[in-house]
């Protein structure tokens, strides 16, 4: 269990190193979308779960639930 909730946060790391305080998407990284974040979850984790646990810290971050 250790290795997938390592992975989980992971990914949750990522998606929120793409977002400012503000919980609104840091374009000094070069990301304007929510796709442009899914597309680098993508790339970095591969699809599948990386994908399903980007979309709900996503949903989180702009739901204003952090």
Known sequence: MGKIN????DV?????DC????????????IKTTSDILAKVRDE???GIAIDIAQLEI???EGGCW
């Open 6 to 9: 390592a992975y989980m946060m």
């Open 45 to 47: 984790f591969g699809g």
């Open 19 to 30: 977002y400012d305080r503000n919980g609104v998407i840091d374009k000094t990284t070069g």
């Open 59 to 61: 949903e989180e971050i």
């Open 12 to 16: 949750q790391h990522f998606v929120l």
